[in-house]
Each structure stands twice: as C-alpha cells, then as structure tokens.
C-alpha cells in the first residue's frame, strides 16, 4: 500500500486535488478535477475520475499516449490513483483548455472561424487517428475547446473516458448507431467521425442544436426517410462551399461518404462535388403496417420495433416476407425472415416474449446496418459490450431485456443470419457481436444461477478491461484478478472479515480474468448451494488466486475463511474434534495462507470420519439406551433367573448332602 | 408334545418307583414302613408344586432321603422288623432328623433364590451405573443431538448435520 504521502497521486506527478471539481469539464459520470503536476507546476491540467463500471476506451488509450495528436486535448497520463486504503480509482490527466469552449450554444459562429479555423483543425485531428487505425467518437460542438487565452490553440476534447459516442447527442451519430442506446453505439469508424464533423458543422453555423426538438427515434425515422442533409442542412444559412463540405460529411451511405483523400483534398483547399444522400433505399411498392404505409425496409423495422404484437401478426401472415421478396427483390432477406418465422422464439416465457424474439430478428434483418433491438435494449456493432456495463450501472428494464435477449438466443441466431448474408459476393465477417462471444454468452446464461456465469459473465467478456463493480469494492477500480485480490484483502482487513468476497461480480470478474479458476467455477457450479462442497470449493478458488496471483500473507481474507469456515466445523458432532479444529484454524489462520488452511484443517476428511464415529456411535448410545431400560425393568427377569439359578443350587447343595448322608451312614453302620 | 403324550412320559418314570414299592413291601416291609413314613414331605412336595419348577423336588427328595436313610441304618442296625419300624417311629428324633432334611430343604429352596436375587439386582445396578456414565460421556462428546438421533434409525445420522453453538 502506498503511505498517505501518495494519496490521490498518479504516477508520483499528478496530485488530484478532489476540493477542486471542475464541474464544467465532467465527461458523463466522470468528475472533473484541478490536477497539480508536481514535477512542473506551469502545466494546467485535470482530471476526470472515472466513476465506477465506465468502460472507459482502453484499447485506443496505448494508441493515443504512444504520439502527440495536435488539435486533441493532450492525455498526460492515466492509471490507478489511490485514494485511500481501500478507494482506488481510474484517473486520466489531460491538459486543462483555459481559453473555454470554442462553441456556445445559441450563438452561432461565422463560417470564417468554423471552416478556416475549427474545422481543419478537427480535420488534422482524424486524419491523425485514422493513421492509427482509431476513431475520436467525441467529434461534437461542445467538446471544441481553446487551449489558450484568447480564442487560440482549438482543440477537440478527450475521446477515452467514456464508450465511444456515448457523451453524442442522438443527432451526431450516423445511421449505424443512431437508433442504438447512447452506451450502445460502439466503435464506429472514420466514416462515423467524419459524419459527426458535419454534423457539428451544422450546429456550429446553426447556432442551436441540430436535433432540438425531435426525438433520437424521429431523427432517425427522419434521416432514413430524407437523408440527413435534407434534414438538418436547410435550417443552417450555409453557402455553396458549406453545402458541398455538408452533403459530402453527411452522406448517410459510408461508402458514399467523403472519405479521408477527399477530407485531405478538401483540407488542401481542392473542393469536390459531393454524390448527396436521399435516405435508406425505398421499394417501388408500399407495405402497410398499422396504417401507415412504408417504403423504407429501415423505417419499416423501427416502426415494427414500436408495436411488437402487431408487427408480429404481419410476420406470421407471411407479408412482410413476400413484400421484401416482390417489392424490395431482396431474396436473401425474404429467405432469412421465413427462417426466422420459422426457428420462432426460444425459450420460456410465453406467447409475449415469442413475438419479441421474432420482431428483434425480423427487424434486424430488415435493417442489418442499423442498431440491433429488443425491448428495451439497442446497440450497434460492437456496442452490446457498452451497454451492458450502462444496465448494470442503471439497474432496471435494459439490464432484463439484456438478460432475456442473451437467454433466449435471439443474439445468436441474429448475429448468425447476420453472417449468411453476403456482400459483394462475400459472406460477411463481422456483426453486432462476434458470433465466438455470442455464443459463449448464450452458454454463460444457461447457468444463469450459478456464481462466476450469468450476465455478469457475459459483462466481463464483452468488457476485457471494465474495472470488477461489485458493491462489495464500493466503487474501487481493479482491473484485474491479483489487484482485486489485494483490494479484498484490506477490504476484509477493515471489516474484520465480514465482507462476501465471491458475490456474482467479484466471481464473474475472476473467472473472466483468471483462465485457472474457469475450471473450479465449472466445477462448483455442479455443486448444491448448501452443500459443503460448495464452500469448500469456494475458499479453494480464493485460494488458488492467492497462490498464483498474490502470494503474500492475506489475514484479512483468511478472517473471511474462518467465517465460512467455522459453520462447516460447526456441523461436526464430537465436541473434540470441533472444538480441536476451531482452536487449529484459529492458529493456523494467523499464517494468512488461504491453501495451507485448507490443507491443514483437512475438513472434508474430518467431516467424512465424524459422520462415520456419529453413526457407530449413535448405535452405541442406542444400544446403551437400550441395555439400561431393559435392566431397569428387568426386575421380573432377574427373579425368574434368580429362582432357576438359586433352585439349580439347593438341589446340588441338597445331593451333596444326600451322597453324604449315604456316605457317612454306610461308614456309621456298615463298618 | 402333547398333554397326552407327557402324562405318558410322567406314568412311566413310577414304573420302576412302584416296581421297587411292591418288592419292597414283599421283601422289605419294615423299610417301606420307615420309607413311606419319612419320605412323607417329598410326597406332599412332588403333588402341591404348582410350579414344577425343575430341582426343587429333587431337592426335597435328596435332603428326604439324606435325612431318611440314618433312620434305616438304625433299623438295620436294631433288627430288620416292623416293630423295630414302628419303635423307631415313636422316637421324636428319628422324626426331626426325617423331617429335618425335609426342612433344610425347603429353607434352601426359598433362601438361594432370594440370595441370587439380591446379588444380581446388585450386579445390574452396577451396570447401570456403568452404561449411564457411557452414556453421560457419549452426550458430552457427541451434544446432545446424539439423545435424537439415536431414537431415529442409526443409519439416518449418516446425513444428520446440526450445527453446534
């Protein structure tokens, strides 16, 4: 542990002053604080702590700390700050823009300052990290800042604290992701970060928020059916450049979309004209559904989302499929929504949750770019991941609707259809989720009950590095199992071993990050919950991940241990020998070695010889029940005994004096 | 066996008693006199043992008979005659020792018993005390769950687990 000297000190430089929020520079959930470089007191900076259960970006942080990135907020460092003995966490340290936002809503900029100043600035800024193969995902009005006093030094903000576009509002997200859950919106790519410039484009030169006013699901509805340049770009005043710039960015088709060579050409001062966007492709014929007519197979899918029941006759009736087959002469589509019809819904749960596993796959084969849907849930390509850790922040109907959809294998058979289809005469690769982990969720939920599977399982899979968000760390960062092990150790410490060091969490969070525990999980699942086994298996993995992980003395968990343990002595009929193992797990808990406790005290032996000596022994005490009752009322018996024996006596006695009384008379009178 | 069949058995065993009685009385008549008169308790014992409790007859018999046959050495001794059987009759200690034998075995029989008896209340009593302090120990080492689970069949403590405070 580090001594109080380091407290809340990032890599022995960056003190994070926590009396200092910075309430305008919070990202999401994340708190925002004045950091003081120890080493260099000329820098500005802060701090935004993430709070618990964020799936901050970890996989691009290496990416965008190994070089420079002009025109992004500068990433100092990241990693684990404590904060005391038992409150550790995440922390990133970016260089503080003084000079403010470059954008206040309601206030419109010229177009002088956002295409000759913010703009190719933001430009370089993708450019930069498309070279690395990285998308910002954070491209918004809002988060353009000046670094300096004075409108100087423009800057997009960070783009690693959070999921990747969950900080965007619904309109900056393209037609990919903007049906999906904020959380939900995944990766993306260049294209959706070019499409986010446009966007802030218009905001920018509009002066208020693009999307004001209309829900995410009616932007989406709208930019399906228009376009998304015919839906935001005629309210904004924009010249002819603006327009081409606009209809290049915000061209809902990626293919179609202006793409880094035109961005760079257009940056060099070449200006191209744009192929304009008109929306999601239309079928010549309409299909009605619950009144309205659809032309859109994309529109039609978020229509079917809103009325389940009803989309679901439409399904069963075989419309739906022959308008796709006729109308949109798409046969491959029309064969995998018979199939889906066909396959039904899995599962328990009735009639209801049927109709919902057939819309949700209906719907995403109708609009297989889009978000994947159902119930309460929705996410894009490689976005599950982000909003699963968004349901277990936020308990409540996406969490379940989460669970339901992993249960049911409505994702796998999804993601499965989703990979038949073929694109340019190739099978697809990639879909909402990897079909590997999919599936192993699907097998993660099957033993739902069971401690170290579940959902929980599933959110550490599909969130390599999200710290563990276990009540029991009360909001602590671990990233992994030997820290996790460490923390619960001074955990255990403070509450004198009353803590529950293998809730579903902590237990799912190490069988995801320790490949040696997945055995003992597979095996303990097989064990009942009341049984000794269980506890015994339980203390057994903890450990083995003190053996391999973190081998130093643990007397806090081994406080822990003794509570779990001492129930099973407890169990142990002979006093001796329960009262002979409490006083040896007393000793032999004082050594803080997890395995050596089970080795010692033996108990599985020990419970199985003091089941054997009960048995013997309850025989024993009933036969000595037994023998005193009858002695106490063999009263009669003994006399009868007595009188046959004492009888049997007198007449050995009585012909002992008969044989002498012959004796002596012969002697008496015949001699 | 039978009723019938025992009361044949029983008929038979007098065969040889009545044979002797009958050559007796031909050959030996002041014997059978001395004998008749003697044997008296052993004949009121065989017929009013309600229980029939195996010795006890042969227990009178034999003390009868131990008391008997002085008597009938002096009869030998004195002359082998009725008068001599009748005069030896009239002497009151011919009769005591007679009757004597008869009551030491009565005295036997009623005093052994009653000896055996009181030694093995004391021997159970003893064994009582034994087993309780067993079972005292067995309650002190096993709690006393062991008092509940014994009453169940013994093979049921095989998955009987309680907890101990």
């Known amino acids: 542990m580090e001594n109080g000297q380091n407290s809340g000190v990032l890599r022995s430089r960056y003190k994070v002053l926590l009396q200092h929020p910075l309430g305008h520079m919070d990202s999401g959930e994340n708190r925002a604080y004045k950091v003081e470089d120890m080493r260099d007191s000329s820098n500005v900076l802060y701090a935004l702590v993430i709070a618990s259960g964020m799936p901050f970006r970890s996989s691009i942080i290496e990416t965008i700390t190994a070089k420079n990135t002009p025109g992004m907020i500068d990433l100092h460092s990241h990693g684990v700050v404590q904060f005391d003995a038992t409150d550790f966490r995440y922390v990133f340290v970016f260089d503080l823009p003084v000079g403010g936002y470059a954008f206040t809503e309601g206030k419109g900029l010229s177009e002088q300052v956002v295409l000759g100043v913010i703009v190719p600035r933001i430009v370089d800024v993708i450019i930069n990290l498309a070279s690395r193969e990285i998308s910002h995902r954070n491209i918004r009005a809002d988060n353009v800042f000046y670094m300096e006093e004075g409108n100087s030094g423009v800057a997009v903000g960070e783009c690693v604290s959070t999921p990747p576009g969950s900080l965007q509002a619904a309109v900056y997200e393209p037609l990919e992701s903007a049906n999906a859950l904020a959380d939900g919106r995944g990766e993306g790519s260049l294209m959706t970060d070019i499409y986010a410039l446009g966007v802030m484009i218009v905001h920018m030169l509009g002066g208020t928020h693009p999307g004001e006013g209309r829900t995410p699901a009616e932007l989406y509805a709208a930019k399906l059916m228009h376009g998304t340049y015919a839906v935001l770009v005629p309210k904004i005043p924009a010249s002819s450049r603006v327009s081409f710039l606009l209809a290049g960015l915000l061209n809902d088709d990626p293919s179609r979309r202006w793409n880094l060579d035109v961005l760079i050409r257009w940056r060099d001062g070449v200006y191209e004209r744009p192929r304009p966007g008109f929306g999601d492709r239309q079928a010549p014929g309409p299909l009605v559904f619950d009144g309205n007519e659809y032309l859109s197979p994309r529109v039609l899918a978020l229509a079917m989302t809103r009325r389940p029941a009803q989309a679901y006759s439409l399904l069963e009736g075989g419309k739906i499929e022959s308008w796709v087959r006729n109308s949109l002469n798409d046969k491959d589509a029309g064969a995998r929504l018979a199939d889906s019809i066909a396959t039904g819904g899995r599962g328990s749960g009735g009639a209801r949750r049927r109709e919902l596993q057939s819309v949700a796959k209906a719907s995403a084969i109708l609009d297989s770019q889009g978000a994947f849907w159902y119930r309460e849930s929705s996410f894009s390509r490689g976005g599950l991941g982000g909003v699963l850790a968004y349901a277990f922040r936020n308990e409540g109907a996406v969490k379940t609707a989460i669970a339901e959809l992993l249960e049911g294998g409505v994702l796998v058979d999804a993601v499965y259809s989703d990979l038949q289809k073929t694109e340019g005469g190739r099978r697809k690769d990639d879909s909402w989720v990897g079909i590997g982990k999919v599936t192993e969720c699907f097998a993660y939920m099957e033993k739902r009950e069971d401690l170290g599977f579940g959902l929980e399982r599933c959110l550490y899979e599909l969130n390599t590095r999200l710290g563990c968000m276990s009540p029991v760390l009360k909001g602590s960062y671990v990233s992994d199992a030997e820290k996790l092990i460490d923390l619960l150790e001074q955990l255990a410490l403070k509450e004198n071993g009353k803590i529950n060091p293998f809730d579903r969490h902590i237990s799912a969070f190490v069988a995801t990050r320790t490949p040696n525990t997945q055995k003992m999980f597979h095996k303990l699942s097989t064990i009942p919950l009341k049984d000794v086994d269980y506890t015994l298996n339980l203390v057994m993995i903890l450990g083995r991940m003190q053996h391999l992980l973190s081998p130093s003395p643990k007397p806090g968990l081994c406080l822990w241990v003794k509570s779990a343990l001492t129930p099973i002595i407890n169990t142990i009929h002979s006093d001796i020998r329960r009262e002979f193992l409490k006083k040896k797990l007393d000793k032999v808990i004082e050594r803080g070695n997890i395995e050596l406790i089970l080795k010692e005290m033996d108990l599985k032996n020990n419970l199985k010889r003091d089941a054997s000596e009960y048995d013997q022994a309850i025989t024993s005490f009933a036969s000595i029940v037994n023998n005193i009752t009858a002695l106490e009322n063999g009263t009669i018996a003994r006399k009868y005994a007595a009188h046959k024996y004492g009888h049997w006596i007198a007449s050995i006695m009585s012909i002992a004096a008969l044989l002498s009384s012959m004796g002596l008379s012969y002697m008496y009178f015949l001699r | ?165």
């Open chain 2, 1 to 165: 066996m039978s009723t019938d069949a025992q009361s044949k058995t029983g008929a038979k065993g007098y065969v040889p008693l009545l044979v002797f009685i009958a050559l007796g009385s031909v050959f030996a008549p002041p014997t059978i006199i001395v004998l008749a008169v003697g044997m008296i308790p052993s004949i009121i014992a065989r017929f009013a043992n309600p229980a029939r409790v195996p010795g006890t007859i042969a227990s009178m018999i034999a003390l009868n008979l131990a008391g008997v046959i002085p008597a009938l050495g002096f009869l030998w001794e004195r002359g082998h005659t009725i008068d001599q059987a009748l005069d030896l009759l009239s002497d009151p200690y011919m009769w005591l020792m007679m009757y004597g034998g008869a009551g030491v075995a009565a005295f036997l029989l009623w005093g052994v018993p009653t000896v055996v008896l009181a030694f093995y209340e004391v021997q159970a009593k003893q064994h009582i005390k034994r087993l309780e302090k067993r079972r005292s120990k067995m309650i002190e080492e096993w709690g006393a769950q062991i008092i509940e689970d014994s009453k169940i069949q013994p093979s049921a403590g095989k998955n009987k687990k309680t907890p101990k405070s």
